[in-house]
Every structure is written in structure tokens, then in C-alpha cells.
């Protein structure tokens, strides 16, 4: 088959697409022809040499997500038959026409979507909606404040919170982006500048001097005091990605008297047990919004396997709304 290979760790250079050995099946796995697979900044770490995926997973090959169709399952397998419609989040390996997932990480794709918009899906939705509602505990008609409105994550983020009669309040650092997730149901848009980010007071503005009770963070340590400022009492920070650095100041004083929580959370070096359970939450609690086409996938762009340095590229410099996916 052809995948994607990293040759070394590096920049774009790197990257590269090549025959490789097709994977087997084993007990409870299936084969899958990937017809599109979703890139995460992950794939770009781990490129670097910054991210190495879970023992047992091949480095030099990335890719966190995909859809494609079944081709063979392993022994054991009962849920799935050659030709099911098929996505999932991965471990890795996943930027090639073939790979093997367990049975239990799969999901059906809804039979609208085509494969570039299922290629948005898993990584996206399963990571926002097990961060909103498991780890942020969410409820019903609840303001959210959801970072980097733009992103793949929080374009489902805040399609899930207006699914679930919330309010989304987004900051991102391009206007355009802001405008854009309007028509995904983001109510109030916050402009950040870059040098000093402030979104705090507008926050509570917004929420009638209450704050957030659940913010989704993608940018860490550059947005952690304003984040405890515009946390509501008793609030949870969810900490999902670390894009304006890892080290910051936390202020205790404040965390205490706000008696809010700071949760973080990856998905990938979760126990597969753990991530069979974040997939069928979402499998029951959100691929209906997605089945009845209430949340939609956001796809930027898809591109053929063979221009993922320019998939690469266009990732760093921050310039996708929505997700980028490659077709094989
Ligand atoms: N924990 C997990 O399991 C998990 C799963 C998936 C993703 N993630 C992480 O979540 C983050 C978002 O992923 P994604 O795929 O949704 O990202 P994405 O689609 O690549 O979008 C990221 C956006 O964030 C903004 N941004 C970049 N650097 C920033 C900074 N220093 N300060 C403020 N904003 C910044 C940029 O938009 P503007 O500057 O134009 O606003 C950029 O377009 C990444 O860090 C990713 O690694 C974590």
C-alpha cells in the first residue's frame, strides 16, 4: 500500500508518500481501505519528533483519524462486514490506503456524508464532545467559551454546544475566522490580539457578570490567567491543547476562590479501554446530531495524499477553518 512516511524528524522535507507492507488484521481488528484521513497538529508534532504515538504504533507513519470502508475482518470480529462505511480515531498510521482498527473504535458514517467530510469527523467531534460533556460536565442551555473559534476542534465544539441549547462564545486571533463561525451557531465572537490577550471582562459581560462554566482551551499557557478570570464559579478549564506554550503562572488565589477545576486531556496514549468508551458516548449521545445533519462536518480542504507537505504547510501557518483532510 501507500502511506505517508516520515524519512526522519524534521520540517516538511521529512515527509514523504511511499510503498510500504500492507497491515494484517488481528483477533477483534479490522482492515480498512482509508479513503480519507483527517490532519491534526499531533501529525505535525510528531514529525518534529515531538510526539511519539503509544508502544506498538509505527512513528514513521502518522495519522490520528479516518473513513473509509471495510475490507476484511480479523477473527472474532461480528459488528462489521466488507463494504460498511466505516471511521474512527487512530493511534496513527492512519495517512495510508490501508490500516487496522478494533472493532469497537469504529463507527458507521452517516450516509450523507462523503468521505472528506467523514475524513473531519473523529478527532474533531470525539475530542469536543468528550471534552465538553465528560470532562466538562456541560449541561443544557450553559454558556461555553470555546478558543481558536476557527479550529477543527471548536468548529464541532460549538455546533455541539448550540445542539445542546448552549451559548458559544468563541475568541480567535482572525476577525474572519470569528465571521465565519457564525454560521455554525457561535453567538458572540472575540476578537484577541496576539501580544496581550484579553477576553476575560467580555466574558463576563456576556454572561452577566457569571463567567463560563465550561472553557474549552486549546492555547494553554499564554491564555491561562484571562481563562481563570472568565471561568465561572465552581467551572471547569479544559485544557486540550497547548498551542500558546505548556508553562505558565496559575494564580491560586484565584483558582481557589473560584473553586474551579483545571482539567487536561489527550486521547491518544489513553488506555484503549478509555477510548472504546469516549467513542461509543459520542456514538450514542452525538452521531445522531451528525445522522440527521443538526452538527456538520467542517472540512477546509482535502487534498490527495501526494500534497500533504502542502496540507503540512497550510496547518502551520494557521490558516485552515475547519479541518484539513488528505484523500488516498
Ligand atoms: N487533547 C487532545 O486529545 C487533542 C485532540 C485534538 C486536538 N488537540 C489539540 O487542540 C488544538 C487545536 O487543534 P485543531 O486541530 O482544532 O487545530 P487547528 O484546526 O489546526 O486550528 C488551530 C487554530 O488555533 C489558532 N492558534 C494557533 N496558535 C495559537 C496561539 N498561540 N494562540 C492562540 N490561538 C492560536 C489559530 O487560529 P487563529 O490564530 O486564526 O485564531 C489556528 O488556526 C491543538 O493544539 C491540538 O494539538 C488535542
Not at 9 to 26: L, Q, T
Amino acid at each position: 500500500m501507500r502511506a505517508v512516511v516520515y524519512t526522519g524528524k524534521g520540517g516538511p522535507e521529512v515527509v514523504e508518500v511511499r510503498e510500504v507492507e500492507d497491515p494484517s488484521p488481528s483477533r477483534g481488528e479490522v482492515l480498512v481501505r482509508v479513503r480519507a484521513a483527517g490532519l491534526n497538529r499531533a501529525d505535525l508534532l510528531q514529525r518534529r519528533g515531538l510526539y511519539p504515538p503509544p508502544r506498538g504504533t509505527r512513528a514513521d507513519i502518522p495519522g490520528l483519524e479516518l473513513a473509509g470502508e471495510v475490507v476484511r475482518c480479523g477473527e472474532g470480529v461480528s459488528a462489521w462486514k466488507p463494504g460498511d462505511r466505516v471511521m474512527a480515531i487512530a493511534a496513527g498510521e492512519a495517512q495510508a490506503e490501508l490500516a487496522v482498527v478494533h472493532e469497537r473504535m469504529l463507527l458507521p458514517v452517516p450516509p450523507q456524508l462523503s468521505w472528506e467530510d467523514a475524513g473531519a469527523v473523529p478527532e474533531a467531534f470525539l475530542t469536543s464532545h468528550d471534552a465538553l460533556f465528560t470532562l466538562g460536565g456541560m449541561r443544557p442551555g450553559w454558556p461555553v467559551l470555546v478558543h481558536a473559534a476557527g479550529s477543527g476542534v471548536s468548529t464541532a465544539a460549538i455546533q455541539l454546544v448550540k445542539a445542546c441549547g448552549g451559548t458559544a462564545i468563541g475568541t480567535s486571533r482572525t476577525a474572519d475566522k470569528l465571521e465565519r463561525a457564525r454560521a455554525l451557531g457561535l453567538d458572540h465572537g472575540i476578537l484577541v490580539g496576539r501580544e496581550e490577550p484579553k477576553f476575560a471582562e467580555r466574558v463576563r459581560e456576556l454572561t452577566g457578570g457569571q463567567g463560563a462554566p465550561v472553557v474549552l482551551d486549546f492555547v494553554g499557557a499564554s491564555y491561562l490567567p484571562e481563562n481563570l478570570a472568565a471561568v465561572a464559579t465552581g467551572g471547569r478549564i479544559v485544557c486540550i491543547g497547548t498551542m500558546g506554550g505548556v508553562k505558565g503562572q496559575l494564580d491560586m488565589g484565584l483558582l481557589l476562590r473560584a473553586r474551579a477545576t483545571v482539567v487536561g486531556t489527550v486521547l491518544r496514549p489513553r488506555p484503549l479501554e478509555e477510548k472504546i468508551r469516549a467513542t461509543r458516548e459520542f456514538g450514542r449521545d452525538a452521531l445522531p446530531l451528525l445522522a440527521s445533519g443538526r452538527v456538520k462536518p467542517v472540512l477546509d480542504r482535502a487534498l490527495p495524499i501526494d500534497q500533504v507537505r502542502e496540507a503540512h504547510a497550510q496547518l502551520e501557518q494557521n490558516d485552515s477553518f475547519g479541518k484539513v483532510v488528505l484523500t488516498a
